[in-house]
């Protein structure tokens, strides 16, 4: 597991996908502290990894990338730790399109 608050090459993204599932990443993002955390079989790992750098329950939210695949087909908002009935959040997605943009500005901005 690691945490990114600067950016880094995508290409890293290549070797994190086959630590665990072959053609993705997961990860997890901080939106106020505009980090993330990646490679773990769960998200919960890195929730956890986050929450003790820290972070905030409620601005942490999950994530999986596709490395090899670009535009909409890169970025995908499902994780079970995205459930959260008192943020009004109640699926495995992120149901803002507020904070989905800036999940997705994030992730942008941070992997190059």
Request: glycine content about 6%.
């Amino acid at each position: 597991m690691v945490i990114y608050s600067e950016p880094f090459d995508k290409k890293i993204l290549l070797e994190l996908q086959t630590h665990y599932f072959g053609d993705m990443v997961k990860g997890v993002v901080d939106v106020v502290e505009r980090k993330i955390a990646l490679d773990a079989e769960m998200h919960a790992d890195l929730e956890t990894l986050l929450l003790q750098e820290g972070s905030l329950q409620k601005n942490i939210w999950g994530f999986n990338l596709y490395p090899e695949m670009e535009g909409d087909d890169f970025l995908e908002f499902d994780s079970l730790i995205n459930i959260r009935p008192n943020q009004g959040n109640r699926s495995r997605g992120v149901e803002d399109p507020a904070i989905r943009d800036q999940i997705t500005e994030i992730i942008n901005s941070l992997c190059k």
